[in-house]
């Protein structure tokens, strides 16, 4: 390998077929640090002349006796590539000083004493890439390898997981490495809860269609509407007293300052301190008096029937579930694929209502909160706010979409960690590249990535990009419950 | 493919280890390789005398659709220079195209690296021409012509090998159907014309240049046809030729095969199995641009090399023969830098 050229943080790397360098490799410049993101062709002049003599006559029509010392090297220097890395930094060796010498990354170069013709560049090994990172790499590491010449196994940190947005277009793999990191913060006994629009989350606790897993005891599904519970699967409702009546008011449509808005308002205080269901609001309602206005108690009583009728309201052990999994971790997955827009919007509400108030009571003290496609039941004014007041609250959420075009830019200036998988529209690389974790090479490096593949970045790579292929997670059904047009023969 | 053991056997030539290696100048973008041929004894210039009724006659093209058209041709350079002596590449191309079918075959004989210096050279080129000819020869080249004649041995073997496979074809060589001069054995060419012809093939010699000149105005032959129009031919040239006329092995014709092509010679046997004038018309029907038969064109372009491929054998020399390279330093630029 030669150095060619430098441009700003790039450098250009000629390297011969024998050598073997790829995307996501770490090399080694004298004590440079720099990442291949690209690799191209080294654009020979006479190379076009070149190929179109060769496919004058097609290579199927072609037979050829060349000297066996010669042939390994025809075609060597039209094969001639070159690799485009982006500096990262540079390997320093820090003495903790007591004699102990450890080689550590350090971001940025401020002196460039590279030589084109002494220079010598090797791959870095990616155990000393991830000890200079301060990351660990054993066989076991269940998440991932990394994508290099000599993969290694990549454990995530779930340490250092806070804001994350894991994304890419439809079938890259993002939800499968939702569920793998989901696996290991069950693992570290974090409690996550996943609200589900797709139903992706479902069979988490299996190990096949029939047979559960070890995860069984630490998963829970909520399901609205569902009227028993069935093995992990439970049903989900909002106690009233759990609610205010501006929520219920707003779930229900009821301006607010009106005459039936008042009543609620009344109810409320009437029961406050107590347990209270909707058997008791259609109580209150229906007592011409409490609610001398006819009108409006046929108002009331219709809202109360619509409430009813959603089967959204009901008694409910959320609480205790949520402190239950929050000791031994888990995960509480809210399955939001069957129901409208207007109930998830609801339940979503209720849910980080929930959340807060668990929170600042400190009645837990973190919690991992998934959102897949978010834009679908959060409006932007609340995902900000989840990214702004629940982390007060110990409310750590990971977004899970295939457009980031759909989030609030605070999500990308407050991310600490990055998983993209593969994109090949421009504009959702752009949106990307707003995150200032990564730099635009790298995520165009994203339009390369096969199914799987992903750059993580962030505070679990020590933000060190690091590109990963997600390993297959053996005794879980990761598959949700999406159907095929036509099944498979 | 064709048989070529024995004289790929026959084109090593081993140098010191060590020795350095002054590599020709390369440039990328452009292709590379000489293919001079004999066209006159020994010599230099032929003249040809110009006393006779010249008969321009037009050419029909025709297209031998169901005839199977075989070319050949070869390549050969210096990839640079060792003490006493240099290292050359070569390589062949046989492109065939079969009766009834419109695609093109090829087959690719090469690169071979040969290491020549005035020590091994006599060995090398005794051990080829032995190998080719079933002969010795007395004449060696020199140095600066030894690589053109061994690619000139190693292309008449394919064509000879060629004229005794291919039947009932049309068999295009680049060069002339000169016989008896050092590199061209009498009985050789004569044999490769006499297997064609038993196997019902025609041959056609194709040079676009020669040393043959009108004896008066000492220009060359090829100017018999300025001034006439279309796809044409001037026959006889032989009969006119004053040096040697017994040496070239077939009538000599000056042709235009395409109406705005160049002028080219070619010679074809006295005994071939379809006559000339059909052999023309099929030449003429074979031409594309600038009136060169295709195939023989893409013969010469699959066989020469790229400069890519130039720097490629040149590296392939240097770990074959262990040669440490030295650059030339041009003082020129360093003297005069404006």
Redesign the interface.
């Known amino acids: 390998m030669y150095l060619l050229t430098k441009e700003a943080d790039d450098l250009w790397i000629v390297f011969s077929p024998q050598e073997k360098l790829r995307l996501g490799d770490t090399l080694k410049i004298d004590e440079i640090v720099a990442q291949v993101i690209d690799i191209q062709f080294a654009d020979?002049?006479?190379?076009l002349?070149?190929i179109l003599?060769r496919s004058?006559?097609?290579k199927s029509?072609?037979?050829?006796?060349?000297?066996p010392?010669?042939k390994s090297?025809?075609?060597?220097?039209?094969d001639q590539k070159v690799a485009l890395a982006k500096i990262r930094g540079r390997i320093v060796e820090i003495d903790d000083g007591r004699g102990n010498k450890t080689k550590s990354f350090r971001t940025g170069i401020s002196e460039f004493n590279l030589s084109r013709a002494k220079s010598r560049i090797e791959i870095m090994r990616q155990e000393e890439l991830l000890q200079a990172l301060g990351l660990k790499s054993t066989a076991t590491s269940e998440f991932a390898n990394t994508l290099s010449t000599e993969p290694k196994g990549y454990a995530i940190p779930a340490e250092r997981l806070g804001i994350n947005l894991i994304t890419g277009m439809k079938g890259s793999g993002k939800s499968y490495a939702a569920k793998k990191v989901l696996l290991e913060l069950i693992k570290r006994r974090v409690l996550t809860l996943v609200f589900d629009v797709n139903g992706e989350y479902l069979n988490l606790w299996k190990r096949s269609e029939n047979e559960p897993n070890d995860y069984m005891n630490y998963i829970r599904i909520l399901t609205p509407h569902l009227r028993t519970a069935q093995a992990s699967e439970l049903p989900f409702a909002i106690p009233l007293n759990e609610t205010s009546y501006d929520d219920f008011a707003k779930y229900l449509n009821v301006q607010e300052g009106s005459p039936t808005y008042q009543h609620l308002v009344q109810f409320w205080k009437q029961q406050s301190g107590k347990q209270f269901d909707l058997n008791d609001l259609e109580a209150y309602v229906s007592n011409e008096k409490n609610v001398q206005n006819e009108a409006v108690r046929i108002a009331l009583q219709g809202r109360v029937a619509v409430a009813k009728a959603s089967g959204l309201f009901g008694p409910s052990s959320i609480t205790s579930l949520i402190k239950e999994l929050h000791e031994s971790g888990g995960a509480i997955v809210f399955n939001l694929s069957r129901i409208s827009a207007w109930e998830r919007g609801i339940i979503v509400k209720y849910v980080l209502g929930k959340l807060s108030d668990l929170g600042h009571s400190n009645t837990i003290r973190a919690v991992s909160l998934f959102l897949e496609e978010a834009q679908l039941y959060v409006e932007p004014e609340n995902m900000v706010n989840i990214l702004t007041r629940m982390r007060h609250v110990g409310v750590f959420p990971t977004f899970i979409t295939n457009d980031p075009r759909t989030l609030p830019d605070e999500v990308f200036t407050l991310l600490d960690n990055l998983i993209a998988f593969a994109f090949r529209n421009e504009d959702e690389l752009r949106q990307l590249a707003k995150s200032g974790l990564i730099d635009t090479g790298t995520v165009n490096a994203l339009k390369n990535l096969e199914n799987k593949q992903c750059v993580a970045v962030g505070s679990i790579t020590s933000n060190y990009p690091i590109f990963l292929e997600v390993k297959a997670q053996p005794g879980v059904v990761m598959g949700g419950e999406s159907r095929k047009l036509v099944p498979s023969s | 493919m064709i048989e070529i053991d024995s004289v790929e056997s026959a084109l090593s030539g081993r140098i010191p280890k060590g020795a350095t290696f002054r590599p020709s100048e390369v440039s990328l973008d452009e292709c590379l390789g000489s293919s001079q041929k004999d066209d006159v004894p020994d010599d230099g210039e032929s003249a040809v005398r110009e006393e006779w009724e010249k008969e321009i006659r037009p050419l029909t093209p025709k297209y031998p659709a169901e005839t199977t058209v075989v070319a050949i041709d070869s390549t050969g350079f210096a990839l640079g220079y060792v003490p006493e002596g240099l290292v050359a590449a070569l390589r062949a191309s046989v492109v065939t195209r079969l009766a009834g079918e419109s695609k093109h075959r090829l087959e690719r004989y090469g690169p071979y690296l040969i290491a020549l210096t005035n020590t091994n050279k006599e060995d090398a080129y005794q051990n080829l021409y032995r190998t080719i000819y079933g002969e010795s020869t007395a004449s060696i080249p020199d140095l600066a012509n030894i690589l053109d004649r061994m690619r000139n041995l190693f292309e008449r073997h394919l064509e000879s090998e060629v004229a005794r496979h291919a039947r009932d074809s049309l068999i295009l060589l680049d060069g002339s159907l000169i016989g008896g001069t050092v590199a061209n054995p009498r009985f050789f060419v004569r044999n490769i014309i006499d297997h064609a012809a038993g196997n019902g093939s025609s041959i056609a010699a194709i040079s676009k240049s020669t040393r043959l000149v009108l004896q008066r105005s000492r220009r060359s032959i090829l100017s018999l046809l300025e001034g006439a129009p279309g796809p044409c031919y001037v026959g006889g040239v032989r009969n006119h030729i004053e040096q040697q006329p017994e040496r070239y092995l077939g009538e000599i014709y000056v042709t235009r095969l395409t109406p705005c092509g160049e002028p080219f010679r070619v010679d074809l046997p006295d005994d071939a199995p379809k006559s000339h004038d059909t052999i023309l018309c099929e030449l003429s029907g074979l031409a594309g641009d600038y009136g060169y038969p295709e195939e023989l064109k893409l013969a010469h372009m699959t066989c020469v090399f790229s400069g890519i491929e130039i720097l490629e054998l040149q590296a392939a020399a240097t770990a074959l023969h262990g040669l440490v390279l030295k650059e030339e330093v041009d003082v020129r630029p360093k003297i005069f830098p404006l």
């Open positions: 020979l002049p006479g190379v002349q070149h003599r004058l006559i097609p029509e072609t037979e050829e006796r060349i000297q010392e010669v090297i025809v075609d060597s220097l039209a």
